[in-house]
Structures are given as C-alpha cells and as structure tokens.
C-alpha cells in the first residue's frame, strides 16, 4: 500500500496485512477517500497525517520527505512473524510504543540532547554454524559487553534501566504467552525492546537480557521474536546463551560457590621443583562436603536475580554440578522444595522489573523539561503524559511539585 502527499514525493508504506478498507477505517475514511490519498489526489489534513504517522509507527515528517525507505520496521517484523499481525491488542501496543519511541527523539531533538553521548555497542559476529558455535559467541558476546560495561563479575542491576542507559527503549507488554519478547531496530529510531508482561518476574529479567543479546549481535534484523520453542534457530540460541552468560558470568559463579564453601575438586595435586628434586602434594576435601545443595542454588538464583532452574543449567554447563546431582536438584525444585527454602531464608522472587513498563520516567521528565523551556504548549505535555498513562489532574500535580507554575507566571511565554 503506497500513500503520498500532495506536492511531495511518493513515500511507501507496503503493508499486506492490512487492507485499504482497514486503513480507511482506522482512519475514519471512505476506502475510495483512501484511493484518492494513495493516487495522490486528495489533500491530507495534518490531523489525517497524524493518525497515519500512528498507524504505521512512523515519523510524521517523514510522509513529506524526499526520498523513501520501503522497508518499514513493522512490516519486516508482521511479514516474519503474520500470526502476531494477526492479535489487534498486540499490534495497538506495538505501535504506542513505536509513537512513544519518536515523541521521545522529538524532546530529544527539542532539547539538544546528543543520542551518540551513549553509543550502543554492536558486535556483529558471523552467522553461528551450529549450536556449539552459537553458545559460544553468545558466551563471548556476554563477557566482552561486560567488560565494556565494566560490570565485572556482579549481579545485573535493574535491566531495563541498563538497556535504557544504552540508548534502548523499553517496555513490558502483554503478549501471547508463546512469545517471551521482541526486538525492533528502527533505523530512524533509538531500538526497542518489548518484554512479556504476563510472564514472572525472573522470566522477564531472562528475556531483558535475551533481547539485548539481539540488539548488540543482530542489528541489521529489523524485528525478532522470541519464541521459547525456537530451539533450531541458532540466532536464538546464540542470544540465549549471552542472557544466561550476562546474567551470570564465570568468573561470578565460581566466586559465588566458592563463597558457599563449594566447587572445589575432591582431589587436588601439586608439585614443586626446587632446581634439585620434585615434591610432589596431594589434598582431598572430605566427602560430599563439595556437593551443591538445593539451599546453595536457592542463594545463587536470588545474588544473580535469576530463576531456580536458570542457575541450575548454568551450574551444569559450567560443569559445577554432574549430571546426576542436576536430575536430583530439579526435581527437589519441582516438587516445590526449592520456592519453600526460599520464603524460609527470606528470599522472594525478585520483581524489580514489574513496574518499570516503559521508559516513563524520562520521557516526562524531558517532557517537564521542554516544558519550562517553553518548548512545547501545556496541551502538548498532557497530551504526552497521556501516552504513559498520566491524567490531566497528575500533570497538573507534577507542575505544582515541580515549581513550574510559578515559573509559568514570570514566562515571557504567557501559557
């Protein structure tokens, strides 16, 4: 589907998921008012451009440009993946957050705030050959974005603040249940990822990391879904691997049982050479003192802000535990041991996530911000604060607490 702009060059939309007759009444239109717009025989009043913009999750400004991209982000993401096209509430959400995405560059742009003081970091490795290959680079990926980071070998704070720190939005959705999180590279937008909100909180912080894993190794996709089932894909299973390697690192681990009195060999050799002779020295640890316990992994899934059964992969790939003691702990965790050892040590499950649902904070602080500037009208940030959720009464709160309504007295700008 291609619409245009009297006096302005052709710029496309390509959409088959949605039909003319759809378009014309999202829009409020005749399908033949619709034809007209297409053949470029209508004028397009500028709340009509709005409502497309909104549509499409593009920039405004970018119906008159003069040159076009056919290759619209959510188009690449609904042409991969028609069954998500296929949800209404889901696409809704999808396209609030993309119109949240450009109102928040708008500020950025309003306020002169440079986007490269917090350049996001790409490793583009080359395409995983086998799942081998793909944990590995998911591995490696994990360490070298920590070292960049310097994260070193502690827990993860808060994630969506981090990937927000980095220049991603964020956001929590209800999506179906199969869908565990999406990523969105808009090449004129920051990208977004989009979690899950109706999975727990542990899964949430997994599917953080999982899409961050896509964002710094596949940027030149313009949408990826995230699928637990998807076991064949090796770029999923590259990003699964950098989630549970960003989430715990190695080094972290080993630290970590060690600190428990854990994760020493039952034997261990040494030898000296004293230029003369070779001495050699044996230590063994007492029996089943290093064996991890259902209590040890309870303390190691709450320090790294993971679930039960995450950790316990990942004390097995790091050959932590045997196969054996691996088969033992999951079932004592399914049987429901492992969630009353936590409530007993004082250690719920983490929900530091649950009510971060967007980047809300600083967008309407930027929004604040533009306002005292005399950036943008009164009706302009409530009708910001609307697209996160914030009534007219708020707004008005927040200028009161924020001391903007008196600077609004003295503003050669009467509002």
């Known amino acids: 589907m291609l619409f245009c702009v009297p006096g302005a060059r052709v710029h496309g939309f390509r959409l088959p998921w949605m039909t003319q007759q759809e378009v014309a009444r999202r829009l409020g239109l005749s399908r033949s008012a619709i034809v007209q717009i297409e ?50 509430q889901v696409v809704k959400k999808l396209r609030e957050c993309m119109a949240l995405g450009r109102e928040l560059m708008n500020l950025e742009r309003l306020l002169g705030i440079d986007r490269d003081i917090t350049p996001l970091a790409t490793y583009p490795p080359s395409m995983p050959q086998n799942r081998w ?20 070998t502690a827990p993860l ?31 004129d937008a920051a990208p977004l990822v989009i979690v899950n909100r109706i999975h727990p909180p542990l899964r949430r912080r997994f599917s953080f990391a999982h899409e961050y894993g896509h964002i710094i190794a596949d940027r030149e996709r313009l949408g990826l879904v995230n699928r637990p089932l998807k076991h064949d894909d090796l770029v999923e299973v590259r990003a699964n691997s950098f ?34 002779e070779v001495l050699s020295a044996e230590g063994r640890t007492e029996p089943g003192s290093q064996d991890v316990q259902l209590y040890d992994l309870v303390q190691m899934a709450h320090h790294f802000g993971t679930s039960r059964i995450s950790a316990l992969y990942r004390l097995r ?21 492992g969630r009353q050892i936590a409530d007993l040590l004082g250690l719920p499950e983490s929900d530091q996530e649950a009510a971060r649902g967007t980047f809300q904070h600083r967008f309407l602080g930027l929004a604040l911000e533009a306002y005292r500037r005399d950036k943008i009208a009164p009706s302009k940030l409530k009708a910001l604060a609307a697209m996160v959720e914030l009534s007219p009464a708020d707004v008005d709160r927040l200028i009161e607490c924020s001391g903007l309504d008196e600077d609004a007295a003295v503003s050669p700008h009467a509002r």
């Open 317 to 337: 790939n790091l050959r932590l535990v045997t196969e054996r003691e691996f088969d033992r702990l999951k079932a004592l965790d399914e049987s429901g041991k």
């Open 39 to 88: 053949a470029g025989n209508r004028d397009v009043s500028s709340l009509e451009l709005k409502r497309l913009a909104y549509l499409f999750g593009r920039d405004i400004r970018e119906f008159v440009a003069e040159s076009c991209d056919e290759q619209d982000t959510l188009d690449a993401l609904f042409r991969a993946h028609p069954d998500v096209a296929e949800q209404p």
């Open 157 to 187: 704070p808060d994630l969506p603040a981090l990937l927000e720190m980095q220049g991603v939005r964020t956001a929590l959705v209800d999506l179906p249940a199969s869908v565990s999180g999406l990523t969105l590279n808009d090449r």
């Open 243 to 276: 989630a549970a390697s960003f989430l715990m690192p190695h080094k972290g681990v080993q630290r970590f049982i060690a600190w428990l009195g854990k994760g020493k060999p039952s034997r261990a050799y040494a030898k000296i050479f004293d230029e003369q």
């Open 133 to 152: 290959d793909a944990i590995q680079q998911g591995e490696r990926l994990a360490e070298a974005e920590r070292c960049r980071l310097g994260l070193g």
